[in-house]
C-alpha cells in the first residue's frame, strides 16, 4: 500500500478522520475532503505529527463540478486515487411527516449523488491502470431501518445496493467496491447524545459497548489491503453485533 493516494471524503473528524489516521499509518498519501478547510487542517496537522502524509482538500462533495476540481487537483498533488473511501455524510433525525423535501433531497445529495459522483470521478484512473479499491460508507441503519431516520436509512440503504451493483460491473476490471456499515460509535455526534440513551443502547449491544473509530478504520484498512482480495460487493458490520446478517 505504500506510496498510493487514498481520497477520504468527510474526513475532518469523527470515522472519516479515523480513517484517514489509520490508512495515513499504512503508508497512503492522503487526501483529506470535507466539507469545513478547518476540519481537513485538523486531521492533516493529526496526520503529520503522527509522521503520515495527508494534505487538505475541502470540497462539497454533492456538487459536480466540485467533485470534478477535487479528483483533479488530488490527482496533480498527490497522484491517481488507488483508494476511494465515500464516508461524507449528513445527519437530520425528524418523524416521516415533518421531513421537508429539501431536507430529503439534502440527505440524498450527500450521501447518494456524492457518492455517485465519486466513484464516477476516480473510476476512470483506476479501470485504466486496471486496479483500485473504492469503499462506500452506509450505516446498519441502511440495512435495518430507523425510527425518524426515513431519509438517513433509506439513503444508506442506496449506498449499500449501489455498492453490489458497481462491484458487479467493474470487479472483472480490477476494482473491487465494498461497503461498511457501521453501528454506534464513540464520535462527536454521539458523544453529543444524552447519557440516558447510550446507557440503554449500550446495554442492548451483545459487545456491550459503542465502538471506537480506529475499529472502524480497521475494516477499511482490511478492504483495501491484499488480505481482502476476495471480499467483492460485501458490507461489513463494525457495530458491536447489533445487527448480525
Not at 490508512?23 to 486531521?43: F, M, Q
Amino acid at each position: 500500500m505504500s506510496a498510493k493516494t487514498a481520497l477520504v471524503s468527510g474526513a475532518g473528524s469523527g470515522i472519516g478522520a479515523g480513517i484517514a489516521t489509520r490508512l495515513a499509518a499504512e503508508g497512503y498519501r492522503v487526501a483529506v475532503n470535507d466539507l469545513k478547510p478547518e476540519a481537513c487542517a485538523r486531521t492533516v496537522d493529526a496526520i503529520a505529527k503522527a509522521g503520515g502524509t495527508a494534505e487538505a482538500f475541502p470540497a462539497d462533495i454533492s456538487d459536480p463540478a466540485a467533485v470534478t476540481r477535487l479528483v483533479a487537483d488530488v490527482a496533480g498533488k498527490l497522484g491517481p486515487v488507488a483508494l476511494l473511501v465515500n464516508n461524507a455524510g449528513h445527519g437530520h433525525q425528524a418523524a416521516f411527516l415533518d421531513i421537508s423535501l429539501a431536507e430529503f433531497e439534502r440527505m440524498f445529495a450527500v450521501h447518494v449523488r456524492g457518492t455517485f459522483l465519486m466513484c464516477q470521478a476516480v473510476l476512470p484512473s483506476m479501470l485504466a491502470a486496471g486496479e483500485g479499491v473504492i469503499v462506500n460508507v452506509a450505516s446498519q441503519l441502511g440495512q435495518v431501518g430507523g425510527v425518524e431516520l426515513v431519509h438517513y436509512a433509506g439513503a444508506k440503504g442506496a449506498i449499500i445496493a449501489m455498492t453490489k451493483s458497481l462491484a458487479r460491473e467493474v470487479a472483472k476490471k480490477g476494482v473491487r467496491v465494498n461497503a461498511i456499515a457501521p453501528g454506534p460509535i464513540n464520535t462527536p455526534l454521539v458523544e453529543a447524545l444524552s447519557a440516558n440513551w447510550k446507557k440503554a443502547k449500550a446495554a442492548e449491544l451483545p459487545l456491550g459497548r459503542f465502538g471506537e473509530t480506529h475499529e472502524v478504520a480497521g475494516a477499511v484498512a482490511f478492504l483495501a489491503s491484499p488480505d481482502g482480495a476476495l471480499f467483492v460487493g460485501q458490507t461489513l458490520g463494525p457495530n458491536s453485533g447489533d445487527v448480525m446478517l
